[in-house]
């Protein structure tokens, strides 16, 4: 099976960096994928990463080290609507159609 | 623009009712996924289905059924054996690669 491992709640205030980690032990491996979800919304892809590296997207960069099975998801410039839960997500290895979701951490910029 | 539309936004129901959420894309993607969220946790697979007339089951199918007779169309139904049905649902589909997840709106389902 899979399971995945994120700190349920981050704070930070508008204009900074902040970083939300990821840890996973599964029986096989595809990706790790990030999503966000606005309260009551519906989850929006943010990020992808099949290989180990850093993969940038705006102020949204995102982290894989699979011999660590570690993954973290970097948000710079944060701004309020970045206020939201951000999701890690593991693709099954033998099904990549298959994700398995983190409970989530709870991100809140303040002024 | 295309997407995917589930309906209703809220649904109410008596226990021991089986009752059908919506599900349909337009984005002509094969695979068609089913996840249910609890508050503060996160999302648990329920079914998903990579092509029409085949489904598989997830990791928590038991009390849950699903058809898959359309491309477009994937609805889930919520039976009476279904311990504690009332949670949001939300409905998912991807290409077959690079299987990014694109989410409806979500269904809110309370059983009282």
């Known amino acids: 099976g899979q399971s995945l491992e994120q700190p349920s709640e981050v704070t930070a205030v508008e204009g900074a960096i902040v970083q939300i980690n990821c840890t996973y032990q599964t029986s096989g491996f595809y990706g790790l994928s990030w999503y966000q979800q606005h309260d009551g919304g519906a989850p929006t892809f943010l990020s992808y990463?099949?290989?180990?590296g850093l993969e940038e997207t705006g102020r949204f960069s995102s982290f894989l080290s699979r011999s660590d099975s570690y993954g973290y998801l970097l948000l710079q410039e944060l701004q309020m609507k970045d206020s939201a839960s951000y999701f890690c997500?593991?693709?099954?290895?033998?099904?990549?159609?298959?994700?398995?979701f983190g409970d989530g951490t709870t991100l809140t910029v303040k002024p | 623009d295309g997407g995917i539309t589930q309906s209703p936004k809220y649904l109410f129901r008596k226990e021991g009712q089986n009752v059908t959420l919506s599900c349909e894309q337009n984005?002509?993607?094969?695979?068609m996924y089913w996840y249910r969220q609890d508050p503060g946790q996160g999302l648990r697979l329920i079914y998903y289905?990579?092509?029409?007339?085949?489904?598989q089951k997830g990791d928590i199918a038991e009390g849950y059924s699903v058809s898959r007779e359309k491309k477009e169309s994937f609805p889930l139904t919520v039976t009476s054996a279904q311990k504690n049905p009332t949670a949001f649902y939300l409905c998912a589909s991807s290409k077959t690669g690079p299987w990014t997840l694109h989410f409806g709106n979500g269904t809110r389902l309370t059983v009282t």
């Open positions: 990463n099949g290989l180990d």
């Open positions: 984005l002509n993607h094969d695979a």
């Open positions: 289905s990579q092509i029409v007339n085949d489904f």
């Open positions: 997500a593991v693709r099954d290895g033998t099904n990549a159609g298959k994700s398995t």
